[in-house]
């Protein structure tokens, strides 16, 4: 059976993305050559904003004290759980070493970067909780420096829940503003930040295409479009759940892709049926972005088994991907495609966004074909080293010298024949090219 398409998308995540490739390159290049007074001003032309860039211990002690304790409570619970998930990553990427022939020996290492640039966005929603993502995960890594970089609002400056948060999970330092130029500051080394060896975290896709571009000089988790979320469910699902699933990721944006994938046509058509009630109750703001997603990007796919189901999803890839079915450990061995994995009506992509311990800062736009999220290893880097006994050079030196002259390069060649014929002078070698 093909899949069949009860909703089909009349546009991609992409459709709207616009050409703002110049945009961006033009600002990155007049806040290079211009510096802090560059950025400054651009601070003022888009976040209106004109107070302290850098956060002094004072405000961030008094933006702190307006957080209710209750919100404090709850972001130390989010940020305790992120934490101890990042410890266990951590501790799956050892040191090693093998001897590789007697007397050689090759390793490896994991080394952290040494400065960790942040991005929290905070223009249409407060990302409170990708500050705690971001930055625990960076300090558990053991970057030496963490900025966090969060567009502040007019005459306001950074929502104080996100400024906490930061210092919470570790940050060293708290950089008031947003969009490019943000994204510039802690690349460029501005405002005493030390230069940025990775930039994290979600933001427009101003900040995706500034990151697009400075990658090579500096690393990047990834480049994100807008988010995307797919769910699988069986006929055994409640429809219900499946639609507020659907509806709360809809809220993201108004390009934000939402699908469901089914084997049940009954299941589909009653989803189909929930959404726009639901998409009705929410307030303005979030109603205007999910009523556009589910209109514009959403789609509802009848398949005939779960085969086909498990098929659907891989070929999307889908940022978020929930299962609501029967046999959990089945999709869980079955799938192979996605950011981050719910399964089970009990878990929801929502968790996984705030509080529940692993990352929301995940590949979309079908990139989880060939990458995972945000994680500690993300801002680890393997490097190898070896060392070797004079004798266990030796067979090295010989295979070397051979494969480098018949491709041509005569100098590897040399620096092997150095070594044999300085280790063990009285031999005589055959070192020419294997034809």
């Known amino acids: 059976m093909a899949r069949e398409y009860l909703k ?34 651009y601070a003022e032309q888009f976040d209106k904003y004109a107070g302290n860039v850098i956060l002094t211990d004072d405000e961030i002690e008094a933006a702190s004290a307006k957080v209710s304790q209750k919100l404090k409570d709850d972001i130390a619970f989010a940020h305790d759980n992120v934490r101890r998930f990042a410890e266990v990553q951590k501790s799956t990427m050892k040191d090693v070493e093998l001897e590789i022939v007697p007397g050689l020996i090759a390793g490896q290492k994991a080394i952290p970067v040494r400065a960790a640039g942040c991005y929290v966005p905070g223009g249409r929603y407060s990302h409170i909780a990708s500050a705690i993502m971001t930055v625990t995960t960076a300090k558990v890594a053991g970057c030496q420096h963490i900025t966090a970089c969060s567009p502040p609002r007019p005459d306001v400056g950074i929502n104080p829940a996100i400024v906490y948060a930061a210092n919470l999970c570790g940050a060293d330092k708290i950089l008031s503003m947003g969009g490019v130029q943000g994204v510039a500051a802690m690349t460029f080394g501005l405002f005493g930040l030390p230069k940025a060896d990775i930039l994290v975290g979600p933001g427009n896709q101003f900040v995706a295409e500034a990151k697009r571009i400075l990658f090579g000089r500096v690393g990047i988790d990834m ?18 759940m499946v639609a507020t699933d659907l509806v709360s990721q809809a809220e993201h944006g108004y390009n934000s892709p939402v699908w469901l994938v089914t084997d049940s046509r009954v299941l589909a058509e009653k989803v189909m049926e929930l959404v726009p009630g639901m998409i009705d109750d929410l307030p303005e703001l979030n109603r205007d972005n999910a009523f556009a997603a589910w209109r514009d990007y959403a789609e509802v796919i009848v398949c005939a088994n779960r ?9 999307y890839a889908p940022e978020h991907l929930t299962v609501q079915a029967e046999d959990l450990p089945w999709w869980l061995d079955r799938l192979q495609c996605y950011g981050s994995l719910f399964l089970g009506e009990e878990t929801t992509v929502s968790f996984g966004d705030k509080a529940s311990g692993t990352n929301h800062v995940l590949p979309t736009s079908r990139s989880a074909k060939y990458t995972g999220g945000l994680s500690v290893h993300k801002y680890m880097k393997i490097v190898t080293w070896q060392r070797s006994t004079r004798d266990g ?22 620096a092997a024949d150095a070594r044999l014929h300085k280790y063990f002078p009285n031999e005589n070698f055959d070192l020419s090219a294997v034809d």
């Open 8 to 41: 089909k998308a009349e546009k991609t995540a992409m459709t709207d993305a616009g050409d703002v490739r110049e945009i961006v390159q033009n600002i990155l290049s007049d806040i290079e050559a211009g510096g802090d007074a560059a950025a400054m001003r």
């Open 393 to 414: 050079a030796r067979p090295v030196a010989e295979a070397t010298a051979r494969i480098s002259r018949l491709e041509g390069m005569e100098g590897h060649a040399r």
């Open 307 to 315: 085969e086909e189901m498990a098929a659907c999803s891989d070929d």
């Open 223 to 240: 480049i994100a479009g807008p988010t995307d979320s797919l769910v699988l469910a069986d006929a055994t699902a409640d429809p219900f």
